[in-house]
């Protein structure tokens, strides 16, 4: 069954790094979109990206973070000037279908980012 | 605001048993639900979606139901196996949320151990 893949697993930085973290969503997928979840506590919405643009973020994603699909295949976020409180578990999520099926198709993620800040 | 609740937050079975996980939404405007799972350090596995339309869902031993009008999903776990142990999350899609945003707010978790 086709996967998400996110590298790297784990990524250590030291605070004000800039860090990219790197996703290929299913080959087919429209709907790409960045989750996270801090230690022992929920999975968070982050962003969501469709059509080359973001279509939504939260209150999370401020100017440090931003989000590229540079080729057809890669799904990028970038975190420019890391802090303490950026680490988390980071994941990358996609979703097929068109307009006409955009409120059946399932949301699959990666294993997930595991992001260390120092 | 959205929020999603899920009792209990751990729950131990002994092998072979039946188990009903609970989530709780506040807001009965979704679009759908998703049931996924967890394992340590892992990502999540999505293992049922049911549209605001639907009353349930089932893949083997496996069935949710959802009840929106009281903000309700069950997640029903037939002759549990060791094999089941993991984290079980809720999670919903919101009508706040636009057509190509999906943005899903979840539940904390149920953590599972299944002794054999």
């Known amino acids: 069954e086709p996967e998400v893949t996110q590298t790297p697993s784990h990524q250590v930085t030291q605070m004000g790094q800039e860090v990219i973290l790197r996703c290929v969503p299913i080959s087919n997928h429209l709907y790409f979109y960045w989750y996270r979840q801090i230690l022992g506590q929920k999975v968070e919405f982050l962003v969501s990206?469709?059509?080359?643009?973001?279509?939504?973020k939260s209150e999370i994603f401020d100017d440090q973070f931003s989000v590229e699909r540079p080729d057809g295949s890669n799904f990028t976020l970038k975190i420019r000037s890391t802090k303490l409180e950026d680490s988390a578990m980071y994941f990358c999520?996609?979703?097929?279908?068109?307009?006409?099926?955009?409120?059946?198709?399932?949301?699959?993620f990666g294993n997930g980012t595991r992001l260390t800040v120092t | 605001k959205q929020e999603v609740t899920q009792i209990p937050a751990a729950l131990s079975v002994p092998e072979g048993e039946n188990l009903v996980l609970n989530c709780s939404f506040t807001?009965?405007?979704?679009?759908?639900l998703q049931w996924f799972r967890q394992d340590p350090g892992k990502g999540l596995t999505s293992l049922l979606l049911?549209?605001?339309?639907?009353r349930e869902q089932t893949s083997g031993r496996l069935n949710a139901s959802l009840d929106k009008s009281s903000g309700r999903s069950t997640l029903y776990i037939a002759a549990s196996q060791p094999g089941d142990s993991a984290t079980y999350l809720c999670a919903v899609r919101g009508k706040d949320s636009g057509a190509g945003s999906y943005q899903l707010t979840f539940g904390k978790g149920t953590k599972l151990s299944v002794i054999p």
């Open positions: 999520a996609s979703r097929a279908g068109t307009t006409s099926q955009v409120k059946s198709s399932p949301l699959h």
């Open positions: 049911i549209q605001s339309s639907q």
């Open positions: 990206f469709y059509n080359n643009e973001i279509s939504e």
């Open positions: 807001d009965s405007a979704i679009y759908n």
